[in-house]
């Protein structure tokens, strides 16, 4: 099964932005579906944002319009790319794919923290 490190995260002002990067293991990476989560204390975790293996991309409406999901498949990379941050944006970030959704099996995900 595909291995998932998530990576980029950190503490931002409001209106900054982030990279965050989600590093693939495994042969099969161009196939797969990604997935960006996040869970904020207190809360469920959430999609944010989905691309396919064609590149088709999707984005929850709180973030459309100011986060961007790419991948590099040469890389077995998934990207989020995150402007215009703000507070309610605080959360912990993870990257997945829909069998190790289906086992509910997450890894450790990245903080991201924007402060006001």
């Known amino acids: 099964q595909v291995q998932l490190v998530e990576s980029g995260g950190g503490l931002v002002q409001a209106g900054g932005s982030l990279r965050l990067s989600c590093a693939a293991s495994g042969n099969i990476f161009s196939i797969y579906t990604m997935y960006w989560y996040r869970q904020a204390p207190g809360q469920q975790r959430e999609l944010v944002a989905t691309?396919?293996?064609?590149?088709?991309?999707n984005y929850a409406d709180s973030v459309k319009g100011r986060f961007t999901i790419s991948r590099d498949n040469a890389k077995n990379t998934l990207y989020l790319q995150m402007n215009s941050l703000k507070p309610e944006d605080t959360a912990v970030y993870y990257c997945?794919?829909?069998?190790?959704?289906?086992?509910?099996?997450w890894g450790q995900g990245t903080q991201v923290t924007v402060s006001s």
């Open positions: 691309i396919t293996s064609g590149g088709i991309t």
């Open positions: 997945n794919v829909p069998t190790r959704i289906a086992l509910g099996s």
